[in-house]
């Protein structure tokens, strides 16, 4: 059965702290990992990793992928309020039709 | 500007009551797709289509039902028979090639009255 775990559920921290958040994977026939961050509503998209090893990164968010171990993190540096957010991560794999999510991470980042 | 559109934002169901949220997109995608969302559990896939006048069941489609008669539209119906409906309910729509693989709508949130 396929999964994707998120770790932590919930993580509370001061505006400038940096924070790594992990996704870990099983799943069949692996394409590549997506990050999403969803604030109220919509989830917006973040990053896809197909590659190991190669790092992504968009002003101060950063992410990997591990294929060998399965997983993935995603790094926030100076974290600022309007980080705060759910961020889910979601696994695409070949001959699929639909993303598998994992659970999420709540992240708050208080003043 | 292209984009999703879910409506009601809001929406509440008495008991024995079907409910029927809407999903209309202008972005030409051929995928659609339903998730349910609550707390703690991530999204979970209700039904999605590729095609026009075709659709597939999720991993929990059970009391709900679709249709695509229209590219641009994917109406969820919440029926009497799923007995938990309470949850947010998101739309996404998926372009071919490109890294953006879902684009979501902004949810409706259904409550049981």
């Known amino acids: 059965e396929d999964k994707v775990v998120q770790s932590p559920l919930s993580l509370v921290v001061h505006e400038g702290d940096t924070v790594t958040l992990n996704c870990s994977y099983e799943?069949?026939?692996?394409?590549?990992l997506l990050w999403y961050k969803q604030e109220k509503k919509a989830p917006t998209f973040l990053f896809m990793l197909t590659s190991s090893g190669i790092e992504k990164k968009s002003g101060r968010l950063s992410s990997i992928l591990d294929k060998k171990e399965l997983f993935s993190i995603l790094n926030i540096t100076a974290t600022q309020t309007g980080d705060s957010a759910v961020y889910l991560c979601?696994?695409?794999?070949?001959?699929?039709?639909?993303?598998?999510f994992g659970t999420g991470t709540r992240l708050t980042v208080i003043p | 500007d292209g984009g999703i559109t879910q409506s009601p934002k809001y929406l509440f169901r008495k008991e024995g009551q079907n409910v029927t949220l809407s999903c209309e997109q202008n972005?030409?995608?051929?995928?659609m797709y339903w998730y349910r969302q609550d707390p703690g559990q991530g999204l979970r896939l209700i039904y999605y289509s590729q095609i026009v006048n075709d659709f597939q069941k999720g991993d929990i489609a059970e009391g709900y039902s679709v249709s695509r008669e229209k590219k641009e539209s994917f109406p969820l119906t919440v029926t009497s028979a799923q007995k938990n409906p309470t949850a947010f309910y998101l739309c996404?729509?998926?372009?071919?090639?490109?890294?953006?693989?879902?684009?979501f709508g902004s949810g409706t949130q259904l409550s049981v009255l």
């Open positions: 972005l030409n995608h051929d995928a």
């Open positions: 996404a729509s998926q372009m071919w090639g490109g890294e953006e693989k879902l684009f």
């Open positions: 979601a696994v695409d794999r070949t001959g699929a039709n639909n993303l598998f």
């Open positions: 799943v069949t026939n692996f394409r590549s």
